[in-house]
Protein backbone atom coordinates (compact mmCIF):
# COMPACT_ATOMS: atom_id res chain seq x y z
CA UNK A 1 0.00 0.00 0.00
CA UNK A 2 0.95 3.57 -0.77
CA UNK A 3 1.42 5.44 1.91
CA UNK A 4 -0.22 8.51 0.40
CA UNK A 5 -2.63 7.60 -2.42
CA UNK A 6 -4.28 10.04 -5.04
CA UNK A 7 -6.82 9.08 -7.81
CA UNK A 8 -4.63 10.28 -10.79
CA UNK A 9 -7.66 11.36 -12.89
CA UNK A 10 -8.28 13.09 -15.09
CA UNK A 11 -11.16 14.64 -12.80
CA UNK A 12 -13.46 16.83 -15.60
CA UNK A 13 -15.93 19.08 -13.87
CA UNK A 14 -17.71 22.03 -15.71
CA UNK A 15 -16.87 25.76 -15.01
CA UNK A 16 -18.93 26.42 -11.80
CA UNK A 17 -19.18 23.35 -10.41
CA UNK A 18 -17.71 22.04 -7.42
CA UNK A 19 -14.58 19.30 -7.67
CA UNK A 20 -13.99 17.50 -4.91
CA UNK A 21 -10.35 15.28 -4.91
CA UNK A 22 -9.71 13.06 -2.56
CA UNK A 23 -6.24 11.63 -0.54
CA UNK A 24 -5.90 8.59 1.78
CA UNK A 25 -2.59 8.23 3.90
CA UNK A 26 -1.15 4.88 5.45
CA UNK A 27 -0.10 6.22 8.94
CA UNK A 28 -2.13 6.92 11.98
CA UNK A 29 0.29 9.37 13.34
CA UNK A 30 0.86 11.66 10.88
CA UNK A 31 -0.43 15.22 11.63
CA UNK A 32 0.11 17.74 8.88
CA UNK A 33 -1.41 17.48 5.23
CA UNK A 34 -0.63 19.78 2.45
CA UNK A 35 -2.35 20.64 -0.67
CA UNK A 36 -0.40 21.71 -3.62
CA UNK A 37 -1.43 22.62 -7.27
CA UNK A 38 1.07 22.54 -10.08
CA UNK A 39 0.55 23.53 -13.45
CA UNK A 40 1.32 22.16 -16.54
CA UNK A 41 5.46 22.50 -16.33
CA UNK A 42 5.64 24.87 -13.61
CA UNK A 43 6.63 23.79 -9.90
CA UNK A 44 4.26 22.92 -6.94
CA UNK A 45 2.99 25.80 -5.00
CA UNK A 46 1.40 25.49 -1.51
CA UNK A 47 -2.42 26.38 -1.17
CA UNK A 48 -3.51 24.89 2.14
CA UNK A 49 -2.67 22.99 5.16
CA UNK A 50 -5.19 21.25 7.76
CA UNK A 51 -3.59 19.80 11.06
CA UNK A 52 -7.05 19.02 12.83
CA UNK A 53 -9.91 17.02 12.13
CA UNK A 54 -12.94 18.85 10.00
CA UNK A 55 -12.81 21.50 7.43
CA UNK A 56 -10.82 24.68 6.80
CA UNK A 57 -11.79 27.40 4.56
CA UNK A 58 -9.49 29.61 2.44
CA UNK A 59 -11.90 31.34 -0.13
CA UNK A 60 -12.96 29.17 -2.90
CA UNK A 61 -10.80 26.06 -1.27
CA UNK A 62 -11.71 24.01 1.52
CA UNK A 63 -9.96 21.18 2.99
CA UNK A 64 -11.52 18.34 5.10
CA UNK A 65 -9.30 16.10 7.44
CA UNK A 66 -10.74 12.98 8.99
CA UNK A 67 -7.99 11.43 11.20
CA UNK A 68 -10.22 8.27 12.08
CA UNK A 69 -10.70 7.37 8.36
CA UNK A 70 -7.12 8.74 7.05
CA UNK A 71 -9.07 10.39 4.52
CA UNK A 72 -8.31 14.30 3.63
CA UNK A 73 -9.86 16.00 0.68
CA UNK A 74 -9.74 19.48 -1.42
CA UNK A 75 -12.63 20.86 -2.69
CA UNK A 76 -12.87 23.75 -5.20
CA UNK A 77 -16.31 25.58 -5.22
CA UNK A 78 -17.33 27.79 -8.45
CA UNK A 79 -14.39 25.82 -10.73
CA UNK A 80 -12.81 27.76 -13.12
CA UNK A 81 -10.53 27.34 -16.27
CA UNK A 82 -7.41 28.70 -14.22
CA UNK A 83 -7.87 25.38 -11.85
CA UNK A 84 -6.60 23.06 -14.05
CA UNK A 85 -3.96 21.61 -12.77
CA UNK A 86 -2.51 18.81 -10.96
CA UNK A 87 -3.07 18.64 -7.19
CA UNK A 88 -0.71 16.90 -4.88
CA UNK A 89 -1.38 15.83 -1.59
CA UNK A 90 1.37 15.61 0.92
CA UNK A 91 1.29 14.30 4.29
CA UNK A 92 3.96 14.52 7.33
CA UNK A 93 5.93 11.15 7.80
CA UNK A 94 6.25 10.65 11.48
CA UNK A 95 8.83 7.85 11.43
CA UNK A 96 11.61 9.25 9.23
CA UNK A 97 14.34 11.22 10.53
CA UNK A 98 12.50 14.91 10.25
CA UNK A 99 9.22 14.59 10.11
CA UNK A 100 9.84 14.82 6.38
CA UNK A 101 6.87 15.00 3.79
CA UNK A 102 5.43 12.27 1.84
CA UNK A 103 3.75 12.87 -1.45
CA UNK A 104 0.88 11.37 -3.62
CA UNK A 105 0.70 11.01 -7.43
CA UNK A 106 -1.41 13.89 -7.70
CA UNK A 107 -4.66 13.86 -9.49
CA UNK A 108 -5.14 16.21 -12.89
CA UNK A 109 -8.08 18.44 -12.65
CA UNK A 110 -9.67 19.78 -15.95
CA UNK A 111 -12.22 22.53 -15.75
CA UNK A 112 -13.99 22.72 -18.74
CA UNK A 113 -15.80 26.06 -19.89
CA UNK B 1 8.57 35.56 0.39
CA UNK B 2 11.19 32.63 0.59
CA UNK B 3 12.65 32.44 -2.78
CA UNK B 4 14.00 29.14 -3.56
CA UNK B 5 16.08 29.14 -7.30
CA UNK B 6 16.85 26.77 -9.34
CA UNK B 7 19.74 28.22 -11.88
CA UNK B 8 18.71 26.77 -14.33
CA UNK B 9 15.00 26.68 -16.17
CA UNK B 10 16.02 24.34 -19.22
CA UNK B 11 19.22 22.14 -19.91
CA UNK B 12 19.86 19.97 -22.45
CA UNK B 13 23.41 17.94 -21.76
CA UNK B 14 25.03 14.96 -23.76
CA UNK B 15 25.20 11.67 -22.39
CA UNK B 16 28.30 10.84 -20.18
CA UNK B 17 28.72 14.43 -19.08
CA UNK B 18 28.73 15.57 -15.58
CA UNK B 19 25.61 17.91 -14.81
CA UNK B 20 25.48 20.46 -12.12
CA UNK B 21 22.14 21.85 -10.88
CA UNK B 22 22.21 24.41 -8.61
CA UNK B 23 19.65 25.28 -5.98
CA UNK B 24 19.57 28.69 -3.56
CA UNK B 25 17.58 29.58 -0.63
CA UNK B 26 17.53 32.96 0.70
CA UNK B 27 15.59 32.38 3.75
CA UNK B 28 18.06 30.57 6.36
CA UNK B 29 16.67 27.07 5.89
CA UNK B 30 18.14 23.98 7.70
CA UNK B 31 16.34 21.07 4.94
CA UNK B 32 16.97 21.16 1.45
CA UNK B 33 15.50 18.62 -0.73
CA UNK B 34 16.10 17.43 -4.30
CA UNK B 35 13.52 15.40 -5.90
CA UNK B 36 13.08 14.11 -9.77
CA UNK B 37 9.39 14.48 -11.16
CA UNK B 38 8.53 11.93 -14.34
CA UNK B 39 5.30 11.37 -15.71
CA UNK B 40 2.76 9.06 -13.49
CA UNK B 41 5.47 8.49 -11.08
CA UNK B 42 5.08 11.57 -9.02
CA UNK B 43 7.98 13.20 -7.09
CA UNK B 44 10.60 11.26 -6.08
CA UNK B 45 13.25 11.84 -4.02
CA UNK B 46 16.84 11.66 -4.36
CA UNK B 47 18.76 13.25 -1.37
CA UNK B 48 18.16 15.70 1.26
CA UNK B 49 20.42 17.43 3.87
CA UNK B 50 19.20 18.92 7.18
CA UNK B 51 22.45 20.87 7.04
CA UNK B 52 25.55 21.82 5.74
CA UNK B 53 27.87 18.93 4.97
CA UNK B 54 25.13 16.63 5.69
CA UNK B 55 23.16 14.75 2.88
CA UNK B 56 21.10 11.76 3.38
CA UNK B 57 20.19 9.56 0.31
CA UNK B 58 16.72 9.54 -0.47
CA UNK B 59 14.74 6.89 -2.82
CA UNK B 60 16.37 6.72 -5.71
CA UNK B 61 19.98 8.39 -5.52
CA UNK B 62 22.01 6.23 -7.85
CA UNK B 63 23.63 7.76 -10.76
CA UNK B 64 23.15 10.74 -8.21
CA UNK B 65 25.44 12.83 -5.83
CA UNK B 66 25.35 16.00 -3.96
CA UNK B 67 27.45 19.02 -2.06
CA UNK B 68 25.99 21.21 0.66
CA UNK B 69 29.13 23.54 1.18
CA UNK B 70 27.10 26.80 2.26
CA UNK B 71 23.61 26.54 4.34
CA UNK B 72 21.43 28.47 1.42
CA UNK B 73 23.00 26.26 -1.75
CA UNK B 74 22.11 22.50 -2.22
CA UNK B 75 24.09 21.23 -5.61
CA UNK B 76 22.85 17.97 -7.27
CA UNK B 77 25.20 16.83 -9.49
CA UNK B 78 25.08 13.35 -12.32
CA UNK B 79 28.62 11.99 -12.33
CA UNK B 80 27.97 10.79 -15.74
CA UNK B 81 24.44 12.19 -17.45
CA UNK B 82 22.31 9.16 -18.88
CA UNK B 83 18.55 9.29 -21.58
CA UNK B 84 16.99 7.99 -18.02
CA UNK B 85 18.13 10.84 -16.29
CA UNK B 86 15.90 13.26 -18.44
CA UNK B 87 13.38 14.64 -16.31
CA UNK B 88 12.23 17.55 -14.14
CA UNK B 89 14.49 18.46 -11.38
CA UNK B 90 12.50 19.91 -8.31
CA UNK B 91 14.59 21.74 -5.05
CA UNK B 92 12.30 22.27 -1.96
CA UNK B 93 13.84 23.67 1.27
CA UNK B 94 12.18 23.97 4.88
CA UNK B 95 12.82 25.33 7.71
CA UNK B 96 13.87 22.78 10.49
CA UNK B 97 10.66 21.62 12.21
CA UNK B 98 9.10 23.91 10.08
CA UNK B 99 7.41 20.96 7.47
CA UNK B 100 4.97 20.45 9.59
CA UNK B 101 3.24 23.72 9.51
CA UNK B 102 4.29 25.16 6.48
CA UNK B 103 5.20 22.35 4.48
CA UNK B 104 8.06 23.14 1.65
CA UNK B 105 8.47 25.76 -0.77
CA UNK B 106 9.70 24.69 -3.95
CA UNK B 107 12.12 26.27 -6.80
CA UNK B 108 10.35 26.42 -10.26
CA UNK B 109 12.76 23.56 -11.51
CA UNK B 110 15.06 22.21 -14.43
CA UNK B 111 13.84 20.42 -17.19
CA UNK B 112 16.86 18.35 -18.11
CA UNK B 113 17.34 16.29 -21.00
CA UNK B 114 20.33 14.24 -21.92
CA UNK B 115 20.30 13.36 -25.55
Known amino acids: QKEVEQNSGPLSVPEGAIASLNCTYS??????FFWYRQYSGKSPELIMF????GDKEDGRFTAQLNKASQYVSLLIRDSQPSDSATYLC?????????????FGGGTRLMVKP | DVKVTQSSRYLVKRTGEKVFLECVQD?????MFWYRQDPGLGLRLIYF???????EKGDIPEGYSVSREKKERFSLILESASTNQTSMYLC??????????????FGSGTRLTVV
Open chain 2, 92 to 105: ASTKRGAQLNYGYT
Open chain 2, 27 to 31: MDHEN
Open chain 1, 27 to 32: DRGSQS
Open chain 1, 90 to 102: AVNNPHNAGNMLT
Open chain 1, 50 to 53: IYSN
Open chain 2, 49 to 55: SYDVKMK
